[in-house]
């Protein structure tokens, strides 16, 4: 009995150990207020396309386009509109707390114009249509509370339709922490 005990208090102690050190691991330091959270808001690295740290789903209708809005670099990222999932999407780590954030994207269409969400624990929070052909800046303000585990996804997706064509272009898709 007394080595079943032992047994079980050694297992809780490397139990709780285990916890600490992920824990500490998934620390997430406060950022300073108007930092943009997302690291590649561009889509390029030294004048390179680039889609490191989103995810691509189908990525046969996402493609890098050099037609870009002002202070965009050499590349944006288009998406062709289909009756089906076009889109990117990146995961966005955030301080735990309730804090005022800002999406923003540049973005244009032609055709029929893709869309701009923000999800919170995997349902949307808000989603803007692209409908202008000319880039513009799309933009909305949020605020969150956050505790341990909660995520959020921002989402660039092409237009949805059977029948028509389009595609829509994003570049500089920022999300900031406003306090
Ligand atoms: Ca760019």
């Not at 080595?3 to 500490?24: E, M, N, P, Q």
């Not at 046969?60 to 944006?76: I, K, L, Q, Y």
């Amino acid at each position: 009995m007394r080595r079943t005990h032992i047994v079980l208090i050694v297992s809780a102690a490397i139990a709780v150990g285990i916890y600490s050190c992920k824990d500490s691991g998934r620390t997430i330091v406060g950022p300073p207020s108007g930092a943009n959270l997302i690291a590649n808001s561009s889509f390029e690295s030294n004048g390179t396309p680039s889609l490191q740290g989103w995810q691509v789903i189908d990525t046969s209708v996402v493609r890098f386009s050099t037609d870009t809005p002002p202070d965009g670099g050499a590349w944006a990222i288009s998406i062709e509109t289909v009756w089906g999932q076009a889109r990117i999407q990146t995961a966005v780590a955030l301080p735990e707390g309730t804090h005022h954030y800002k999406l923003s994207t540049w973005a244009r269409k032609q055709g029929v114009g893709g869309k701009i969400s923000l999800l919170f624990n995997k349902a949307i929070r808000k989603t803007l249509t692209v409908t202008d052909a000319a880039w513009t800046v799309y933009t909305f303000n949020d605020m969150l509370t956050t505790v341990r585990g909660d995520s959020v996804v921002v989402e660039l997706a092409g237009g949805f339709s059977q029948l028509l064509s389009g595609e829509t272009y994003f570049d500089l898709c920022k999300f900031e922490m406003l306090d």
